[in-house]
DNA sequence: AAATATTTGTACGTATGTATG
DNA sequence: GCATACATACGTACAAATATT
């Protein structure tokens, strides 16, 4: 269960910290699914995974290529 | 004009780089204007305003304070 | 004190463009 | 050419904090 609604956290902070906890554990590695594929999983808009990756992005955990998907960097 | 469409630049950049050189020049202080007047002046989506000053408080250049507004920090 | 206005924050939806396979 | 996937940009609604009347 990684976003819940009813927190006082942003949905799009719950799920940063979901995958940052995931790939600092190992437990997530090369390509992530799709914004399309996560927002329909966690029942969130795109432009809220968009968020989530932005943060991780900016904290040089993943990086994203257009046509191919987003990638925990190793 | 700090943006223009014809730019191959996305908005969103082409505004932080705009907002960010004049606050180092010093010629932006204090408190910006507001986000729908920015977004009003410029011709903007106040999405792609907010992406902007993502940036900027990203960069530690600015601070925002919901009711109050977005600072230069000095 | 209370209602109203202003301003930023979060979240949704949609459309279109660009890059890759 | 087509499908997939990320990127940009528009619009909208509501919540929360602050300021004003």
Known sequence: MPVD?????PLYRQLA??????ITAGKLEGRLASIRDMAADYEL?????????DILREE?????VPGRGTFVVR
Chains 1, 2 share one sequence.
């Open 60 to 64: 040089g955990l993943i990086t994203s």
């Open 45 to 53: 808009a795109e432009v809220t995974v968009r968020k989530a990756l």
């Open 5 to 9: 609604h009813n927190e006082p956290t």
């Open 17 to 22: 910290a979901s995958l940052r906890a995931d």
